[in-house]
Nanobody
Framework: QGQLVESGGGLVQPGGSLRLSCAAS????????MGWFRQAPGKQRELVAA???????NYVDSVKGRFTISRDNAKNTVYLQMNSLKPEDTAVYYC????????WGQGTQVTVSS
């Protein structure tokens, strides 16, 4: 089975920005819809953004206008640009196919706090 490796998280002040990356092995990203998911403490994992193999995107209402998902098939990488971050965006962020079909990676922690 392929591997997913998330990176780019960190501590940022409210209103700040981060860019997350998800590197996938093989040609996983080329042929699958991909999603970014997040899980906050005590909450269920939720889909935040998704991108189809053709490039169509959709977002959960709480991040619309602030987050942008993109893909680079040549690099087997999916990105999540996060702007105007809020404390409620604090979570561990994961990528996977959409719907999820791969083993979950370790994720990358995003903490939004002053």
């Amino acid at each position: 089975q392929g591997q997913l490796v998330e990176s780019g998280g960190g501590l940022v002040q409210p209103g700040g920005s981060l860019r997350l990356s998800c590197a996938a092995s093989g040609r996983l990203i080329l042929f699958n819809a991909m999603g970014w998911f997040r899980q906050a403490p005590g909450k269920q994992r939720e889909l935040v953004a998704a991108i189809s193999s053709g490039g169509s995107t959709n977002y959960v209402d709480s991040v619309k206008g602030r987050f942008t998902i993109s893909r680079d098939n040549a690099k087997n990488t999916v990105y999540l640009q996060m702007n105007s971050l809020k404390p409620e965006d604090t979570a561990v962020y994961y990528c996977n196919t959409q719907p999820p079909g791969m083993r979950w990676g370790q994720g990358t922690q995003v903490t939004v706090s002053s």
